[in-house]
Nanobody, 127 residues
Framework: QGKVVESGGGLVQPGGSLRLSCTAFGRASGGPVMAWFRQAPGKEREFVASIRWRGSSTYYSDSVKGRFTITRVNGESTISLQMDNLLVEDTANYYC????????????????????WGKGTTVTVST
């Protein structure tokens, strides 16, 4: 069995910062890619950021590029998402995901590449 666990959500004012963390356990760990997705109320789940273990290549959606930074903890199946200059439209449930298949890293922004999903952590940006 494997699982993915997120932490770090909360309430922040516009322009503020939050840091999310995620760790993959068991069979969810050791794969070629991990990623963050988000889903706002009434909207579909969308890609936020991902990182390939090999070469540490990173990918970002246009809406967060320049404001969010995804990093990995070397030697561990742990990633973080530093979110700066948060906007009201960043409000959503944020989900961490891990791809375990050998071809998961070929499409690092696609939900179909991910095999394990966390339960999500809520980020609310509001005055």
């Amino acid at each position: 069995q494997g699982k993915v666990v997120e932490s770090g959500g909360g309430l922040v004012q516009p322009g503020g910062s939050l840091r999310l963390s995620c760790t993959a356990f068991g069979r969810a760990s050791g794969g070629p890619v991990m990623a963050w997705f988000r889903q706002a109320p009434g909207k579909e789940r969308e890609f936020v950021a991902s990182i390939r273990w090999r070469g540490s290549s990173t990918y970002y959606s246009d809406s967060v590029k320049g404001r969010f930074t995804i990093t990995r903890v070397n030697g561990e199946s742990t990633i973080s998402l530093q979110m700066d200059n948060l906007l009201v439209e960043d409000t959503a449930n944020y989900y961490c995901a891990a791809g375990r298949r050998s071809d998961s890293s070929a499409y690092p922004t696609d939900t179909r590449s991910m095999d394990y999903w966390g339960k999500g952590t809520t980020v609310t940006v509001s005055t």
